[in-house]
């Protein structure tokens, strides 16, 4: 089981800068972290779930349009840890953050495998 922890949620005013990170621990029998695809959804209040921004296993990035240019999806196989660093946000970024594993390469909730727990963001006008 991989078991994904997020951190670094909080409050912030429009404009500002937040970076959330998320520590993986615990792998899958013939699996290890680098081979995940590590993805960021969000889930404001009365909506569903979105996707944000993913980092495939091979390196290639995806970001929904709502946040291109202002947020950054990195990782760090090293240390089993995932960042999304988030800029220029504004009101309607706010939401509760997940961050989830998947074995497949796909942007869809409902292929990931792995979910954490979830980090508030709240972003204040």
């Known amino acids: 089981q991989v078991q994904p922890v997020e951190s670094g949620g909080g409050l912030v005013q429009a404009g500002g800068s937040l970076r959330l990170s998320c520590a993986a621990s615990?792998?899958?029998?013939?699996?290890?972290?680098?081979?995940?695809?590590l993805g960021w959804f969000r889930q404001a209040p009365g909506k569903e779930r979105e996707f944000v921004a993913i980092?495939?296993?091979?390196?290639?990035?995806y970001y929904a349009d709502s946040v291109k240019g202002r947020f950054t999806i990195s990782r760090d196989n090293a240390d089993n840890t995932v960042y999304l660093q988030m800029n220029s946000l504004k009101p309607e970024d706010t939401a509760v953050y997940y961050c989830?594993?998947?074995?497949?390469?796909?942007?869809?909730?409902?292929?990931?495998?792995?979910w954490g727990k979830g980090t508030l963001v709240t972003v204040s006008s």
């Open positions: 615990g792998r899958t029998s013939g699996r290890t972290f680098s081979s995940y695809a």
């Open positions: 989830a594993a998947s074995v497949k390469a796909s942007i869809r909730a409902s292929d990931m495998n792995y």
């Open positions: 980092s495939r296993s091979g390196g290639t990035i």
